[in-house]
């Protein structure tokens, strides 16, 4: 293997995922004037991106910036690139991020924007980071943002979180003065616990719009499963006010509430009798909070924690549970102190 060498910077970011997200990111930027690349697995992707400014497998009819350049040589980009920013699903974000540290060198900032947990380890994204790569500036971005509305120019907000002050100065600037906010913490497992919690969440919120249910109901769901987030979180560690800012309730409110979500669709469309592995084969964009699901669910088993609707959306997703069981087993749980379970740090 050759020596990893950092070339002289002729970015100023590389956007590893060519999916939704990445593509509404790389756009910001792009639109910014900044030195971006944006790499994809897939060279006809790359090349519709670049030769006709469309990404039509995940946004279609929506021109972006001419600006805009993609790649496929992931090795060539990151030596590139002092900061990278890697936004792919979680069922195949360790393989990107060995691909990654092939090439990255300890002092590149790395920051991921993934909302899920590896299921056969309970690995969040920033650990699985850690152990691929040799990088050691490490940080999660996380927040509202429905990619849609921030291709449409509509403003949005998210989270940067990191032990290293030098994350979120090399991130923030980048954004400064876009359509994007991006504010610092330092809460790493607060934020992505809370990015992957609330898909789980946007799930049952779905099917309760499904069922027809009123804007109590969908009141009460978000409430308790923001009360199960942070129990979740506190008990691996996180801060629990990380779940009162905009990568907690922030992102909650915007999943539960919009059609745009994919997993609020998921819920949506179980509710309406449709089956998972049908609506799955029809979508082209991952709904993150069916496999999180899974993975939140057995660590919580694993942990003793109790987490009503976590179990009621695994019963759904794979237990075929229908959705008027899943209400029953949820009306049914003995109500108790609002905040009871929550340990405040």
């Given amino acids: 293997m050759s020596k990893k060498t950092l070339t002289r910077p002729t970015l100023d970011i590389l956007v590893v995922g060519g999916g939704t997200f990445g593509t509404a990111l790389s756009s910001i930027l792009a639109d910014m004037k900044r030195r971006i690349k944006l790499w994809a697995r897939r060279p006809e992707q790359v090349e519709e991106i670049n030769s006709q400014h469309t990404n039509s497998r995940y946004l279609p009819d929506i021109e972006l910036p001419v600006n805009l350049r993609a790649t496929s040589d992931l090795e060539g980009a990151i030596r590139q690139a002092p900061v990278i920013l890697v936004v792919v699903p979680s069922k195949s974000f360790r393989q990107v991020a060995r691909q990654i540290g092939n090439s990255v060198q300890g002092d590149q900032v790395l920051v991921h924007a993934t909302k899920g947990i590896e299921i056969e380890t309970f690995k969040r994204m920033s650990e699985i980071l850690r152990e691929e790569t040799c990088a050691l500036k490490i940080g999660a971005l996380s927040g509202p943002n429905l990619a849609r509305e921030i291709m449409a120019g509509q403003p ?141 669910h057995n660590q919580a088993k694993e942990m003793g924690l109790d987490l009503p609707i976590v179990r009621a959306v695994y019963g759904l997703l794979y237990e075929d549970w229908s959705s008027a069981k899943a209400l029953t087993e949820l009306m049914a749980i003995p109500v108790a102190r609002e905040l009871a379970a929550l340990q405040y740090r």
């Fill in 156 to 296: 949005a907000g998210a989270l940067v979180a990191s032990r290293y002050n030098e994350v979120s100065e090399a991130i923030q600037p980048l954004f400064s003065g876009s359509r994007m906010r991006i504010y610092s913490g330092r809460d790493v497992i607060g934020t992505e616990i809370a990015g992957s919690f609330k898909n789980i969440i946007a799930v049952a919120a779905g099917v309760a719009d499904g069922m027809g249910l009123g804007d109590n109901a969908k009141s009460l769901l978000t409430t308790r499963g923001l009360s199960e987030m942070a129990r979740f979180g506190v008990a691996l560690g996180a801060d629990v006010f990380t779940f009162g800012g905009l990568a907690g309730i922030g992102d909650l409110m915007a999943t539960c509430a919009s059609p745009l979500s994919r997993n609020h669709q998921v819920g949506e469309r179980l509710a309406k009798g449709e089956k998972l592995t049908e609506i799955l084969d029809k979508m082209t964009q991952v709904a993150e909070g069916v496999p999180t699901t899974k993975a939140v």
